[in-house]
């Protein structure tokens, strides 16, 4: 829902930001409500015989933020800089807004551009190195002067304008470096890592920050990350990339909860898999496991008879006590440990050869290293053997 409205955002919109401004000003008010849109088509790259993106599609809806996630070397960053015109592809081209870039150089692809290292000039003041993209276009002096004040007011940094970067901390570098993006009134916002170099904290409030940017300026957002939480938290839609190719895309909530692989299942949160046959008539349906246990089950088109592997996330699971369990046909372990987060703890229980996280529940049974329990949990079928997509 929140990508379809994203693209009613027009700019009459106004809200308030955490500065209690008001947004969007008449300096950034004057895009179009034309369709921003990136299109990915067919996109191809080749280092030699190495092949870093192997025949990429993919739609990035007007206002929409969405996030390419992946693990390091899986080809998110070539992608980005393919989609900026940092990099040239092998094959397939690229669309903005309707209009095919592929051949465009960077600065006519109306794009802004936030790396992970800030990649901020470090002699020059916080308001020249915003300037400089406007100083190299040109830019009439009062129109600079006062573009690049209400760029720095939106990152909360206009008090910080005459510092050097090495003068400021890593939070206030990267909003440095997202006012170097802004701007230029980008029609689309590509960042790559920005968080990454960020501790913790830091990173959360400059989620929040970015989220709340975005939304007000109603830019096109391309955001990569190897953080799967903050993919999630922060995202309209989620691509999944694998080794250079599109895993799955969906909204959060479809990756999370109904990702279509293994690999998606593992990457995005933590998942426990277990492979065995279908059974069952009716709606009650359960995987029998090859230790005789068996789980129950849920999926689209399930088969009876055929082979499959579901998973369960740790917090769909419940512990009983074995003496107490009533379900005796359901796989058993032993609590190893209690982990303790704070805010929340895990159990950790030993399944045969593997290991298992589950969720402590606070209504549920105390349970101590050494007990027996029965996991009760409805696990997932993944699409593939026994499941339909
Ligand atoms: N200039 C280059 N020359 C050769 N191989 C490259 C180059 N840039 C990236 N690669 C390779 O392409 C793959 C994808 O890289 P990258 O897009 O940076 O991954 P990610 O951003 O997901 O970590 C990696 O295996 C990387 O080593
Ligand atoms: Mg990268």
């Known amino acids: 829902m929140r990508g379809r409205s994203a693209g009613k955002r027009k700019s009459s919109r106004v809200e308030n930001n955490m500065l209690g401004q008001r947004w969007p000003s008449p300096l950034f008010s004057g895009r179009s409500a034309m369709m921003h849109h990136i299109g990915v088509r067919n996109i191809i790259k080749n280092w030699g015989a190495f092949s ?144 990454s170099a960020l501790d913790k904290n830091l990173r959360q409030d400059m989620q929040v920050e970015l989220k709340a940017l975005q939304q007000t300026l109603g830019l096109t957002t391309i955001f990569v990350t190897h953080d799967q939480e903050e993919a999630l938290s922060l995202s309209d839609r989620v691509v999944v990339m694998n080794k250079g190719v599109i895993e799955q895309l969906g909204t959060p909530d479809a990756i999370y909860n109904q990702p279509v692989s293994e690999y998606v299942a593992g990457f995005v949160g933590e998942a426990c898999f277990f492979e065995g046959r279908i059974e069952g008539n009716g709606q009650a349906k359960t995987l029998r496991l090859s230790d005789g246990t068996a789980v129950p089950i849920r999926g689209n088109g399930i088969q009876v008879g055929q082979s499959a592997v579901a998973f369960v996330r740790p917090e769909w699971i419940d512990l009983n006590k074995l003496d107490i369990s009533l379900s005796p046909g359901s796989p058993q372990g032993t609590i190893e440990r209690l982990m303790f987060f704070g805010q929340s703890s895990d159990y950790l229980v030993r399944l045969g050869d593997r290991q298992l996280r589950v969720k402590y529940k606070s209504d549920g049974p105390r349970l101590a290293p050494g007990d027996t329990v029965a996991l009760c949990c409805v696990a997932r079928v993944l699409p593939g053997n026994g499941a339909a997509s």
């Open 52 to 195: 870093a993106l192997k025949d990429v599609n993919l739609d990035v809806r007007e206002g929409e933020f969405l996030s390419i996630l992946g693990p390091s070397g899986c080809g998110k960053s070539t992608l980005l800089r393919i989609i900026a015109g940092l990099e040239e592809p092998s094959g397939g081209e690229i669309f903005i807004a309707g209009q095919n870039v592929t051949l465009d150089p960077v600065w006519k692809r109306k794009i802004g551009f936030v790396f992970q290292n800030f990649a901020l000039w470090p002699h020059l003041t916080v308001f020249r190195n915003v300037s400089m993209g406007l100083e190299l276009r040109k830019t009439e002096k009062a129109e600079l002067y006062n573009r690049v004040m209400e760029a720095l007011r939106m990152v909360q940094l206009e008090a910080l304008a005459d510092r050097l970067p090495a003068q400021l901390s890593g939070g206030q570098q990267q909003r440095v470096a997202l006012a170097r993006a802004i701007v230029l009134k980008p029609a689309v916002l590509l960042l790559d890592e920005p968080l």
